[in-house]
Nanobody, 126 residues
Framework: VQLQASGGGLVQTGGSRRLSCSAS????????VAWFRQAPGKEREFVSA????????YYDDFVKGRFTISRDNDKKTVYLQMNSLEPEDTAVYYC????????????????????WGQGTQVTVSS
């Protein structure tokens, strides 16, 4: 599966942004898709994931209540709706996918995801 992230840009503190992760290839429904982010000088970190099939969602604590992940299997797209954005959310956001055949439960471990999109920059101004 190939992934393409989009939707980044400049937003003011308290604003919203929706990121999209579009997939090509077969079997999208069988992949867990996650969002990670990487701020300048920091390691890439887990943000959220949506499980294959029924789409159970997972969030890191710092985005709970502000970000919402969802998937549209017909469109082969995963969305990350980001609300109440803060300057600390400034980063390059990457989407990644892991096959259910290899990863039964969503994980925050980068190494478990085999497929990565190119990243999209989100900048939150104060």
């Amino acid at each position: 599966v190939q992934l393409q992230a989009s939707g980044g840009g400049l937003v003011q503190t308290g604003g919203s942004r929706r990121l999209s992760c579009s997939a090509s290839g077969r079997g999208f429904i069988n992949y867990t898709v996650a969002w990670f982010r990487q701020a300048p000088g920091k390691e890439r970190e887990f943000v959220s994931a949506v499980k294959y099939g029924v789409g159970t969602t997972y969030y890191d604590d710092f985005v709970k209540g502000r970000f919402t992940i969802s998937r549209d299997n017909d469109k082969k797209t995963v969305y990350l709706q980001m609300n109440s954005l803060e300057p600390e959310d400034t980063a390059v956001y990457y989407c990644a996918a892991a096959s259910r055949a290899l990863v039964a439960e969503p994980t925050d471990e980068l190494g478990e995801y085999d497929y990565w999109g190119q990243g999209t920059q989100v900048t939150v101004s104060s």
